[in-house]
């Protein structure tokens, strides 16, 4: 991935700011993730409350993006860039808007603003979403009672595809997870799936 060129002073701070405020409101719905080992009730008030927060997160991040196209480093800094990725990700519940922050963020992806590790993190979201096999393996079910990789297209070449991602071999990250959630009568994830 190329380094990034460090912008300073960003040219619009107070969008920097206000993507910055949308992420802490994204990663404070979400701390009972943390605390709950991943068994989620989705219509106990938090998962309610972290639906809510995402909706609303989306319905500026969509206004940001129809105004001004995607963030760049040199408009909102990394950090604000990050922040709008992150809550691209978080916005499953429109995958048309998350396909086409894929499209206008190539340019991104090039400067080193966006990791193309993440971009393969969401584009295996999208195929997922869609019902298609997922191409770098990084989402995971619970499959008789084991993490597995969710369905994916050539698995021969995960690999290859994920190395040129960024990311690590799919045997590592399958081990990592295991590590993480512990043994399937220990600790389940709720949602079924785990993903990088």
């Known amino acids: ?79 604000g860039v990050g922040a709008a990725w992150l809550l691209t990700v978080h916005a499953a519940g429109d995958p048309d808007f998350q396909e086409n922050v894929l499209k206008l963020t190539k340019e991104h992806v090039r400067r080193g603003e966006v990791g193309s590790d993440q971009v393969a993190l969401l584009t295996d979201d999208l195929l997922s979403a869609r019902g298609k096999p997922q191409r770098y393996g990084t989402n995971f079910v619970m499959r008789d009672g084991e993490l597995k990789p969710a369905p994916m297209e050539d698995e021969a070449n995960v690999d290859k595809r994920r190395r040129a991602a960024g990311l690590g071999t799919l045997a590592s990250y399958a081990c990592i997870l295991r590590v993480m959630y512990g043994s399937p009568t220990s600790r389940t994830p709720g949602s079924s799936d785990a993903s990088e």
């Open 1 to 79: 991935m190329k380094t990034p060129r460090v912008h300073a002073p960003p040219t619009r701070p107070a969008l920097r700011e206000y993507l910055l405020l949308m992420e802490k409101q994204d990663q404070e719905a979400r701390m009972f993730l943390t605390s709950s080992g991943l068994r989620i009730n989705p219509s106990g008030p938090e998962s309610v409350r972290m639906r809510e927060v995402d909706s609303a997160n989306l319905k500026r991040l969509k206004h940001i993006v129809t105004q001004d196209g995607f963030p760049t480093a040199e408009m909102v800094g990394l950090d």
